[in-house]
């Protein structure tokens, strides 16, 4: 080639490498294979090798033959007695080269075979270095231009890729502009053979993770952690947060200076309330902050195994505790994975509640038989100071000191506080 034409080839294959964000390498190995499909269907050669020069421009054509006993195909073969007339320490299985002049221009068919052959190469690179730049974006929060919308989805340009963005996974209330920067979270993501299928999502409570990720660094670098979160997109959400650092006071770290750093993440958010919560790890204490704003409430542990437990609660935050249309309650339950059922103190009758829950222990312990009485035995009793009325298998009620409450004389667990007493403890007044 001249100058020009070296000039123009270097140009196209910088164009092609920064257009497709493929590296220079697969670009050039994607020349030399069309070049060698186009030589062989212009000479009728079989073995051939062409290499490029990705800084000059300059080509070379070499074909080559395997060295063997016996010669079946001279286009192919070459005997071991010529070869060595070549190059003298040559072995049998491999393989001579011979430079052939290529001042010769390639045919319509050659040619064409030749970007067949390039184009294709190009298009599957391409795919793999989407495919391997979009592999790790599950669960991750991604920025895209809204592109187009048609009855049931929005689609994002998110650069290299499009997303799917149903409408239904869009804030309650919110309208998006064709054109606008949108933040969306990635809920699936496939990698397939045409490229990643990548759906989209502003409801999941993944997406609240990641924006209070992105907005508050002592939760990206750890020093402020979020257990867990629950979320009504576009109504409210509760978060629970904690820190292993004393000096650290996470609730107050999440919402900033006069409330600076939570009311940036709102601002995106439609009106959606967030409650910031303390995580314990109690589970009483963690359901009674997670009731919040809810106060002066008695939880009890039902069933531990099935994660299931009682909030009793006085007329005056009874309504709080449940929230409109049980919507507190139902988000505690979530950010606590219990399931709760709120109760008003002057509707419970405890003799109920106490074969209620009675029979409940009767069965866990006929499925643990074994392993509840060794449990009782080898561990050791806790110290009941002078609030105990009188030794457990001769009185009806047995106080806990840890909870302020009575329990009745079943052998058991105290369900308030977990520890291994004479069962269920039931408030006298």
Same mark, same amino acid.
């Given at each position: =080639? #001249? ?10 294959? #910088? ?46 054509? &070499? /074909? &080559? ?20 007339? +070549?190059?003298?320490? +040559? ?24 970007? *067949?052959?390039? @184009? ?6 391409? /795919? ?7 592999? !790790? ?13 048609? *009855?049931?989805?929005?689609?994002? #340009? ?19 502009? =064709? ?47 979020? %257990? ?47 409650? @910031?919560?303390?995580?314990?790890? !109690?589970?009483? *204490? ?19 195994? /099935?994660?299931?437990?009682?909030? +009793?609660?006085?007329? !005056? ?30 509707? @419970?009758? %405890? ?7 009675? #029979? ?12 509840? +009485? ?6 050791? *009793? ?24 009575? &329990? ?12 291994? =007493? ?8």
């Amino acid at each position: =080639m #001249n100058s020009k034409q070296v000039k123009e080839f270097l140009g196209a294959l #910088n164009h092609i490498v920064e257009e497709k964000g493929i590296d220079r390498s697969v670009i050039v190995e994607a020349m030399e294979q069309g070049l060698a499909a186009a030589y062989k269907k212009n000479e009728g050669i079989a073995n051939v090798r062409v290499e490029v020069n990705p800084d000059t421009g300059d080509i070379k054509v &070499f /074909k &080559f033959k395997t060295v063997v006993e016996e010669v079946v195909n001279d286009k192919t073969d070459i005997s071991l007695e010529e070869a060595r007339k +070549i190059v003298p320490e +040559i072995e049998i299985g491999e393989t001579i080269e011979e430079r052939l002049v290529t001042d010769k221009e390639f045919g319509r068919v050659a040619a064409g075979t030749a970007k *067949q052959v390039v @184009v294709q190469r190009i298009k599957e690179a391409e /795919k793999e270095s989407i495919n391997e730049e979009f592999k !790790d974006c599950k669960d991750e929060l991604l920025v895209g231009i809204l592109e187009r919308e048609d *009855q049931h989805n929005y689609y994002v #340009n998110l650069g290299r890729s499009n997303g799917i963005l149903p409408k239904d996974e869009i804030i309650p209330g919110e309208k998006l502009e =064709m054109g606008s920067s949108v933040k969306v979270y990635v809920s699936k993501l496939e990698i397939g053979p045409k490229g990643p299928f990548i759906l989209l999502s502003r409801t999941h409570y993944g997406y609240l993770k990641r924006l209070l990720e992105l907005e508050i660094p002592e939760l990206s670098d750890g020093t402020v952690m979020l %257990y867990s979160v629950a979320r009504e997109a576009g109504s409210r959400s509760k978060i629970a947060v904690y820190t292993e650092y004393d000096r650290i006071e996470p609730i107050g770290a999440i919402i900033g200076e006069k409330g600076s750093r939570i009311s940036r993440i709102l601002s995106g958010l439609s009106g959606e309330k967030i409650d @910031v919560v303390l995580y314990d790890k !109690d589970p009483v *204490q963690f359901i009674k902050n997670a009731l919040s704003p809810a106060k002066d409430l008695k939880v009890t542990i039902t069933n531990e195994k /099935k994660k299931e437990a009682l909030v +009793i609660a006085n007329n !005056d935050n009874l309504s709080l505790a449940i929230g409109k249309k049980g919507q507190n309650v139902r988000l505690a339950s979530r950010l606590t994975h219990y399931k709760i059922d709120v109760k008003c103190d002057d509707e @419970v009758n %405890y003799a109920e509640l106490k074969e209620k829950y009675a #029979n409940k222990v009767e069965e866990l312990e006929e499925e643990n038989k074994e392993e509840i +009485i060794e449990e009782v035995q080898n561990e050791e *009793q806790p110290v009941v100071e002078s609030k105990v009325i009188s030794e457990v298998e001769n009185e009806e009620n047995q106080y806990c000191k840890n909870f302020d409450l009575y &329990f009745s004389g079943y052998p058991g667990v105290c369900l308030s506080c977990t520890s291994r =007493m004479d069962v269920f403890c039931f408030l006298k007044g």
